[in-house]
């Protein structure tokens, strides 16, 4: 997919919506058509099935390795101090547990970033080439919502 090219979900210039007087109860066609209108218009900016199950299979792993790292730390030091198989002082313990919790909350992120946002490919299997991809896609985000508006 072009670097230049949009995404379904990806947000586009700021427009005002333009909608036409609500239509009458009584007349059904207009009706449907304005909650047509509204679905689309809901459906625009949401994350595609395929691309959202990825993001969460992604952040499963990637958060989830670590939280449960992090998790079993203070079983594992109790049972290595009540062995009495080494000394372990209670900030390593500490900080380990830590460490395991910051790269799960690092994972979330990294969970939803490097899975592919394109519905029709699913990236690779660390999604390295991915996460440099939409990583792009946010810093320029960002940087087009930074510049100064020319003209006003």
């Known amino acids: ?40 218009a809901a459906k625009q900016g949401a994350i595609p099935e395929v691309v959202s199950r990825r993001m969460v299979s992604r952040m499963a792993v990637c958060a989830g390795v670590p939280t449960l790292l992090g998790l079993t730390t203070f079983p594992v030091s109790y049972v290595i101090v009540q062995h009495h198989w080494f000394s372990l002082p209670h900030v390593v313990v500490v900080l380990v547990s830590l460490g395991w919790f910051g790269l799960g909350a690092l994972g979330l992120s990294y969970g939803v970033i490097s899975a592919s946002w394109d519905e029709a490919q699913a990236g690779s299997w660390l999604g390295i080439a991915e996460f440099r991809t939409n990583f792009g896609r946010i810093v320029d985000s960002w940087q087009t919502r930074k510049s100064p508006k020319s003209g006003t």
């Open 1 to 40: 997919m072009a670097k230049g090219s949009g995404l379904p979900f990806e947000s586009r210039k700021k427009s005002k919506a333009t909608f036409s007087k609500a239509p009458s109860p009584d007349d059904t066609g207009r009706k449907s058509a304005a909650k047509q209108q509204k679905s689309a």
